[in-house]
């Protein structure tokens, strides 16, 4: 690993670094997180259970996004799926008597 000298960094370099070193410090424990979970998942099913059924349930599952069902007609990177708010541009679609139905994704 190569030495850094950080007594001749200026501020701006040292929050860089840190930031950095911050962000590759959450990302390697992520990884050893989920290698944990996946040897932990694969023992588990290896003797005939989930990791649910041994943990009493207690395993976090990620939410499931759902997907866009609506597309600005214009520009298509905005989107909507249909559930909380309505985005303005629906608004403004809906408001100049257009319908949801013109805007789905086929």
Known sequence: ??????DNMTLD???KLQ??????VDGYQDK???EALAAADAAAREKGFTLSELTGGQV?????????KYRHPENPEQTWT??????DWMKDALENGQ???????V
């Open 32 to 34: 050893q997180r989920k």
């Open 60 to 68: 976090k599952k990620t939410k499931a996004v759902s997907p866009p």
């Open 82 to 87: 249909g559930r909380g708010r309505q985005p």
């Open 99 to 105: 319908s949801k139905e013109e805007f789905l994704i």
């Open 19 to 24: 930031k950095s070193v911050n962000k590759a």
């Open 1 to 6: 690993m190569a030495d850094i000298d950080l």
């Open 13 to 15: 370099e040292l929050k």
